[in-house]
């Protein structure tokens, strides 16, 4: 475990992640992930982690959070988007309490997850950009530790209420929108606090203190009396003129109704006649929109038509000057093959005079041979492997050593054939290949043979044979005695 913290980079960077199980205090690495933490700080200086629940637990594996909607389908990121997976050789999910963003490879957002125990499958697919430290450690552990529903939903839910940044290492960052916390509550005790008091008289300290109260008293049930009807001066007057009674009473009034004009049924029907005027109007103008909308969709049509035909052109012209190149190039080889052809008035020599006869010579007997790329070519080399074959079997093994002639008398030369299948109808060549019938059977009775290949073997030295081998080497010691003295006395007698 002390070789991973070891072969973990330096964290720069810390927040304090407070959750309805405790505080979770993570280390940044900024430099190693800087898009994954900016967008993390971010997120969390604008109050988008507060009050999300973790919607995704796998105990000894992951547990994971951050998406205000609980869905775990939020996407939501500073950069308008997904961001690509930062991976880094150093920083692998090789234990518990590590912070990586959720999603999938290169489509990485705002939520994030809690490792709970090794998990390598996850390198390069995630981001770590975090880890837990301290004992705050045992508080995310504490997740194993919940039930899990059939949605994999921690049991009881598990929040996180705040996201507090201990040590932000982008100052730079400005939070966009703060996420407001509702105020409706605030209002209405600001209202009732604005609201004024009923202040209370003391009417103690005055002479005529009791008349006052008693005409307080009269206004204030006058007041309730009236508070639902309008006033007038008949109510509010002491005047015998003026009667308080309604002149029409109440029960009359709800009984009461309007007498049938004569003019009712002329106003129902010049009413009908507008609303008809005005289904009208509507109709001429959807009629209208229609027709332009009509028109927008010829126009570009019309716009889309032309468009092809211009393509269709651009073909058209762009084939016709392929074929043009390939009728130049055609004439141009035309032309040099007519170059190279000889000229009947140029000297020849008696050699090359020999050559051309000869030419022509093979040139004749190949008359009916067709090109290689005509469907009746095949036929004609079939034709031409049954005569060898007729040949070969006609031939036997007794004339091919004594180098005998066999009749062949009753099978069609080369020429035969090659001019029969001319006459069948297929069409002469004027690229023909240059072959020569070989009526002769002289070339079945020569022999091939190979040399013998002695290069992997190695001659045996005879000492027997060693003065009529020139490349025979002495296989004697010169330090015996013996061939000593052989080599003295043949010094001595020379």
């Known amino acids: 475990m002390s070789s991973m913290y070891i072969n973990e ?52 594996f992951l547990v994971q959070g951050g998406d205000p909607t609980g869905t775990g389908e939020a996407d939501d990121s500073i950069y308008g988007g997904l961001f690509k997976t930062e991976a880094h050789q150093r920083l692998q999910f090789t234990r518990r309490g590590l912070l990586g963003t959720a999603g999938g490879k290169d489509a990485c957002g705002g939520q994030f997850f809690f490792t709970l125990g090794p998990a390598p499958e996850l390198y390069k697919k995630h981001t770590l950009f975090g880890k837990v430290t301290g004992n705050t450690v045992f508080n995310l552990m504490r997740f194993n530790d919940s039930a899990v529903d059939a949605n994999h939903r921690p049991v009881p839910e598990q929040r996180v209420l705040k996201v507090k940044i201990l040590d932000n290492p982008f100052p730079d960052i400005v939070p966009r929108v703060r996420k407001e916390e509702p105020k409706t509550e605030k209002k209405k005790d600001k209202k009732k606090s604005t609201a004024p008091k009923a202040t209370s008289k003391n009417t103690a300290l005055l002479s005529f203190g009791d008349e006052v109260e008693e005409e307080e008293a009269v206004l204030a049930k006058v007041n309730k009396d009236i508070s639902k009807k309008g006033k007038s001066a008949h109510d509010v007057l002491n005047d015998e003129k003026l009667s308080k009674a309604a002149a029409v009473a109440p029960e009359e009034l709800s009984t009461y109704e309007k007498p049938a004009s004569p003019n009712d049924s002329d106003d129902e029907a ?12 509507l109709q001429k103008r959807k009629l209208a929109e229609k027709a332009k909308d009509d028109e927008d ?9 032309e468009k092809k035909r211009k393509i269709a052109e651009e073909k058209a012209r762009v084939a016709e000057e392929l074929r043009e190149m390939q009728r130049g190039y055609a004439k141009s080889i035309r032309a040099q093959k007519a170059e190279d052809t000889p000229n009947a008035e140029e000297p020849q020599t008696e050699a090359m005079k020999e050559y051309r006869k000869m030419r022509l010579t093979f040139k004749k007997d190949t008359k009916g041979i067709v090109k290689q790329s005509d469907p009746k070519r095949e036929a004609q080399t079939m034709a031409m492997l049954d005569q060898l074959r007729t040949r070969i079997s006609r031939s036997s093994v007794t004339g091919v050593i004594s180098d005998q002639k066999v009749d062949m008398s009753d099978v069609p030369t080369l020429k035969d054939t090659i001019e029969g299948a001319a006459k069948d109808g297929l069409p002469e060549d004027e690229d023909k290949e240059e072959l020569v019938d070989e009526t002769d059977d002289a070339w079945m009775s020569h022999k091939f043979i190979a040399p013998e290949d002695t290069s992997g073997v190695t001659k045996a030295r005879d000492a027997n044979m060693k003065d009529q081998d020139e490349e025979w080497y002495p296989i004697g010691d010169p330090r015996n005695k013996i061939a000593q003295r052989r080599r003295d006395g043949a010094t001595d007698a020379s």
């Open 270 to 281: 010049k009413r009908a006649e507008r609303l008809e005027k005005v289904k009208a109007k």
């Open 9 to 60: 980079p330096r964290t720069s960077g810390k927040v304090c992640i407070v959750t309805t199980l405790g505080d979770i205090d993570v280390e940044l690495w900024s430099k190693e992930c800087p898009l994954a933490v900016r967008n993390f700080i971010q997120l969390a200086l604008e109050g988008h982690y507060d009050g999300t629940t973790f919607h995704r637990l796998q105990k000894d």
């Open 297 to 305: 969709d010829d126009i570009i049509g019309a716009i889309a038509d």
